[in-house]
T-cell receptor, first 114, second 109 residues
Framework: EAQVTQNPRYLITVTGKKLTVTCSQN?????MSWYRQDPGLGLRQIYY???????DKGDVPEGYKVSRKEKRNFPLILESPSPNQTSLYFC?????????????FGPGTRLTVL | GNSVTQMEGPVTLSEEAFLTINCTYT??????LFWYVQYPGEGLQLLLK?????DKGSNKGFEATYRKETTSFHLEKGSVQVSDSAVYFC????????FGQGTRLTINP
């Protein structure tokens, strides 16, 4: 089954404690992205990657890091989480430029930073 | 810059009612337009799309027509079901995706 998986699905942590949210896709997609979803703001892109070792900032990259060492994986790293990073996070992948191609979204990770 | 404006929710309807969720956009050029649906506890899923003016996307009884003259892509369904309860996102695809804020739809039996 074609899918994007994220782990963990729920996470409660404290300010300053480094965490990683994993994302993996089994569709051999080149393009992957991370979004955060906040009430009234829709989804905002954090980082994206067009291929292995190719990443770039989205609209709200501050406080986040990513890496793309393998095609299937695209982890999101919060080196020093703060309460304003409490949000619902989605990973997505697609086979080509976002202008035409369907995005496949993971189920989401709900993060709470105390 | 490019933007998407969706009808504000929440929207509550009775089963078998007619649904319209308005979506308008601003863009340079001619982007692709998408409707995605987010069911409770899940990620977004593609519902339908249109890639050029006058294209009609359709799926699961939902339809939307790409109207260049009114810069709109309104979502419609003739008879909604309880299972259609979800959040609906209108999305513009150009160099990157531009999201509407989402419209929460609740269908009561």
């Amino acid at each position: 089954e074609a899918q994007v998986t994220q782990n963990p699905r729920y996470l409660i942590t404290v300010t300053g404690k480094k965490l990683t949210v994993t994302c993996s896709q089994n569709m051999n997609h080149e393009y992957m992205s991370w979004y955060r979803q906040d009430p009234g703001l829709g989804l905002r892109q954090i980082y994206y990657s067009m291929n292995v070792e190719v990443t770039d900032k989205g609209d709200v990259p501050e406080g986040y890091k990513v890496s793309r060492k393998e095609k299937r994986n695209f982890p999101l790293i919060l080196e020093s989480p703060s309460p304003n990073q409490t949000s619902l996070y989605f990973c997505a992948s697609t086979s080509g430029p976002s202008s035409y191609n369907e995005q496949f979204f993971g189920p989401g990770t709900r993060l709470t930073v105390l | 810059g490019n933007s998407v404006t969706q009808m504000e929710g929440p929207v509550t309807l009775s089963e078998e009612a007619f649904l319209t969720i308005n979506c308008t956009y601003t863009a340079t050029g001619y982007p692709s337009l998408f409707w995605y649906v987010q069911y409770p506890g899940e990620g977004l899923q593609l519902l339908l799309k249109a890639t050029k003016a006058d294209d009609k996307g359709s799926n699961k009884g939902f339809e939307a027509t790409y109207r260049k003259e009114t810069t709109s892509f309104h979502l419609e369904k003739g008879s909604v079901q309880v299972s259609d309860s979800a959040v609906y996102f209108c999305i513009q695809g150009a160099q990157k995706l531009v999201f509407g804020q989402g419209t929460r739809l609740t269908i009561n039996p």
